[in-house]
């Protein structure tokens, strides 16, 4: 009767999980993104319990710990045991920090470096191993987490847990006149499997042998509005910066836009034209920007100049030719 009576005690205090969720801010390959676990269960987490998470495979985050950090100081340690190849991180609850209460919402996050390759999101569950001072050891059994549903750069399942995207931007160039001293109209296509944020910058330079001077209204004509009409044109350099409008997504769809320059008087070859595109914070202090692109190019700013005596020279030639 004792023993069924313990066990009745037991079974009843067992704990619950009410909220279970995991996100991350930044699906980039191979940068790093902060995964962020929320927990409310529904009985006190003393101090001193384990917290289990499992499932987090395939980052590319070397060591036996990870830094553990949280709003609520005092409440988790700050250093967490690692197992890289088996994807789990054991965080402990502070020995004496009067614990976790219950029916509360408790967060703590840390770091994980993304692999070089695209990715879905992992399935993590978690595991608590209650340290109770009068009925000893109990124990939550696995939970999956809710994985947030939040989309970053496009992406329906940027927040999930290892979600790993590689971005992709392609640009093209084409020009309308080869002419030296001529007006010509440079043409871009642009494409990317992301979706640029409003206010992301995409920087072209290279675009030399321009006689167009330095101004920040060069007039921009877009197919679909994704860009701001005007852009930041710098004559030395070649340099122009576009600006993203926004409301329109940039995801899997061609952007056309368009712009006017003068050519220079000196004849050249194509020039080397380069690209750079932000991906914005994504949470960390630091802009991420992907630069050094290079576009698919069909003669950007090749010129040439007629002169009157390479005319003259040719004509004498025919005529040569003619008699002979």
Same mark, same amino acid.
């Given at each position: 009767?004792?023993?069924?009576?313990?066990?009745?005690?037991?079974?009843? =205090?067992?704990?619950?999980?009410?909220?279970? $969720?995991?996100?991350?801010?930044?699906?980039?390959?191979?940068?790093?993104?902060?995964?962020?676990? #929320?927990? =409310?269960?529904?009985?006190? &987490?003393?101090?001193?319990?384990?917290?289990?998470?499992?499932?987090?495979?395939?980052?590319? #985050?070397?060591?036996?710990?990870? #830094? &553990?950090?949280?709003? !609520?100081?005092?409440?988790?340690?700050?250093?967490? &045991?690692?197992?890289?190849? @088996?994807?789990?991180?054991?965080?402990?609850?502070?020995?004496?920090?009067?614990?976790?209460?219950?029916?509360?919402?408790?967060?703590?996050?840390?770091?994980?470096?993304?692999?070089?390759?695209?990715?879905?999101? +992992?399935?993590?569950?978690?595991?608590?191993?209650?340290?109770?001072? &009068?009925?000893?050891?109990?124990?939550?059994?696995?939970?999956?987490?809710?994985?947030? %549903?939040?989309?970053?750069?496009?992406?329906? @399942?940027?927040? +999930?847990?290892?979600?790993? /995207?590689?971005?992709?931007?392609?640009?093209?160039?084409?020009?309308?006149?080869?002419?030296?001293?001529?007006?010509?109209?440079?043409?871009?296509? /642009?494409?990317?499997?992301? !979706?640029?944020? %409003?206010? #992301?910058?995409?920087?072209? %330079?290279?675009?030399?042998?321009?006689?167009?001077?330095?101004?920040?209204?060069?007039?921009?004509?877009? =197919?679909?509005?994704?860009?701001? +009409? $005007?852009?930041?044109?710098?004559?030395?350099?070649?340099?122009?910066?576009?600006?993203? %409008?926004?409301?329109?997504?940039? $995801?899997?769809?061609?952007?056309?836009?368009?712009?006017?320059?003068? @050519?220079?008087?000196? !004849?050249?070859?194509?020039?080397?034209?380069?690209?750079?595109?932000?991906?914005?914070?994504?949470?960390?202090?630091?802009?991420?920007?992907?630069?050094?692109? $290079?576009?698919?190019?069909?003669?950007?700013?090749?010129?040439?100049?007629?002169?009157?005596?390479?005319? =003259?020279?040719?004509?004498?030639?025919?005529?040569?030719?003619?008699?002979?």
């Amino acid at each position: 009767s004792s023993s069924s009576s313990s066990s009745s005690s037991s079974s009843s =205090s067992s704990p619950e999980a009410d909220v279970m $969720k995991i996100g991350q801010m930044n699906p980039v390959a191979g940068t790093t993104t902060v995964v962020t676990v #929320t927990l =409310s269960l529904s009985t006190d &987490v003393p101090g001193g319990s384990l917290i289990t998470l499992s499932g987090l495979t395939g980052s590319d #985050t070397p060591g036996a710990t990870l #830094t &553990v950090s949280s709003d !609520a100081a005092g409440l988790f340690e700050g250093v967490g &045991v690692w197992d890289q190849e @088996n994807g789990t991180l054991v965080v402990t609850v502070v020995e004496g920090s009067g614990g976790l209460a219950h029916d509360e919402s408790h967060e703590f996050s840390f770091e994980l470096k993304h692999g070089t390759e695209e990715a879905a999101g +992992q399935r993590v569950t978690v595991e608590v191993a209650l340290d109770d001072p &009068v009925l000893g050891w109990l124990r939550v059994d696995p939970v999956a987490l809710e994985a947030d %549903a939040k989309s970053i750069l496009g992406h329906a @399942n940027g927040s +999930q847990p290892l979600y790993v /995207l590689v971005p992709s931007v392609e640009m093209s160039i084409e020009q309308s006149n080869y002419a030296a001293s001529a007006l010509n109209t440079l043409t871009m296509q /642009l494409t990317s499997n992301i !979706a640029l944020e %409003a206010g #992301t910058k995409v920087t072209v %330079a290279g675009l030399t042998g321009v006689a167009t001077e330095d101004t920040d209204e060069l007039d921009i004509f877009t =197919s679909n509005g994704a860009f701001l +009409q $005007k852009g930041s044109w710098t004559q030395d350099g070649g340099v122009l910066v576009l600006t993203v %409008a926004g409301g329109v997504s940039t $995801k899997d769809v061609v952007s056309e836009l368009s712009f006017e320059v003068l @050519n220079g008087p000196v !004849a050249q070859g194509e020039v080397d034209a380069t690209f750079g595109y932000e991906l914005g914070y994504l949470g960390g202090t630091e802009m991420l920007r992907v630069d050094g692109v $290079k576009p698919d190019q069909h003669g950007v700013l090749v010129i040439y100049v007629m002169s009157s005596s390479s005319s =003259s020279s040719h004509s004498s030639s025919s005529s040569s030719s003619s008699s002979s």
